[in-house]
């Protein structure tokens, strides 16, 4: 998941490898544990909701924003907080995954400063 390599810095420690100047105390110094994280998803469709579902394993405290509403019972089993309004979720969030198509309503979602 292309999370996981983001936040555990995957590829900056990979080039790093690869010159030869491996260091593990500089590798932890730049990556995090997913765990604990508060990681919010825009749009919980069926790509959206898949996602939410691979992460809890994780021990991430999970957040979506979506016109519609998730069924309670899909809250609950995930432990899902819902946003209303996506402002609310990205102050929160350590972490945001974007599972939306582009159209009309969804284009200048986010801008520079998100």
Not at 20 to 36: C, F, H, P, Q, T
Not at 70 to 82: G, I
Not at 100 to 108: G, M, R, Y
């Amino acid at each position: 998941m292309m999370i996981l390599s983001m936040v555990r810095d995957y590829l900056t420690q990979h080039e790093i490898a690869k010159s030869g100047g491996w260091n593990i105390a500089d590798a932890v110094k730049r990556s995090y544990d997913l765990e604990g994280m508060n990681v919010g998803t825009v749009a919980a469709g069926r790509i959206g909701l898949s996602v939410l579902r691979k992460l809890k394993p994780f021990d991430t405290k999970l957040h979506y924003f979506d016109k519609y509403r998730l069924p309670k019972n899909v809250e609950q089993e995930l432990n899902l907080t819902y946003h209303s309004d996506l402002d609310s979720m990205l102050k929160v969030c350590d972490v945001i995954t974007i599972n939306c198509p582009l159209h009309k309503e969804t284009e200048n979602l986010f801008d520079e400063l998100e």
